[in-house]
């Protein structure tokens, strides 16, 4: 059984940084799409960065390119998104999804794409 556990949300000041660890059991991503999606209250769910787990290829939404980051561990069967200069707007739930594979280039922010998700961690950034 596919399991993606997030981990890492909080609360945090504007301007300060957090980690986001997504570990995936039951499932090697290491040749899938990987991504984290992001949904405030009473926004359509936001793709905020993907990653092509065999080649690296990311991809970011333009409101947090330069300021989040998506990596891997696939020694650890882990992907993590590092969040810096965060603003209020960030505040969301954040997801973590596992989708199909795409043989280059990068993976697609979109939602219908992924096929596991977890369930999700609260980010609140606070001015």
């Known amino acids: 059984q596919v399991q993606l556990v997030e981990s890492g949300g909080g609360s945090v000041q504007a301007g300060g940084s957090l980690r986001l660890s997504c570990a995936a059991s039951g499932y090697t991503f290491v040749s899938h799409c990987m991504g984290w999606f992001r949904q405030a209250p009473g926004k359509e769910r936001e793709g905020v960065a993907t990653?092509?787990?065999?080649?690296?290829?990311?991809y970011y939404a333009d409101s947090v390119k330069g300021r989040f980051t998506i990596s891997q561990d696939n020694a650890k069967n882990t992907v993590y998104l590092q969040m810096n200069s965060l603003k209020p707007e960030d505040t969301a739930m954040y997801y973590c999804a596992a989708g199909r594979t795409v043989l280059f280039g990068t993976c697609p922010p979109h939602f219908s794409f992924y096929n596991y998700w977890g369930q999700g961690t609260q980010v609140t950034i606070s001015s």
């Open positions: 990653i092509n787990t065999p080649s690296g290829s990311t």
